[in-house]
């Protein structure tokens, strides 16, 4: 198997370079700048609504949540779809 991979390896070295890789770094970074600076206002936009949703969902939930959790106890045994409730079977 290793004789196979250095054979192949081998003749890929006698293959001449499709092209040069001076500059590629150089021109990646150019295309990365170009493409990130019209964008930027509208990600930014879509990042300060989904955080202010977020928010919301967070303060309205925590409301609801201590607002049931005075009503009924989590423990008691008069909670209609307690697991132990419903594997029981009587009705």
Do not use: N, Y
């Amino acid at each position: 198997m290793f004789d196979q991979l250095d054979k192949i390896l081998g003749r890929l070295a006698t293959v001449p370079v499709d092209r040069r890789l001076d500059g590629l770094e150089s021109s990646v970074w150019a295309r990365v700048h170009a493409r990130a600076s019209p964008q930027a206002a509208p990600w930014s936009w879509a990042a300060a609504g989904t955080t202010a949703a977020l928010l919301v969902g967070v303060a309205v939930g925590s409301g609801a949540a201590a607002r049931s959790s005075s009503d009924r106890p989590a423990f008691s045994g008069g909670v209609a779809l307690a697991p132990s409730t419903l594997l029981d079977g009587r009705r």
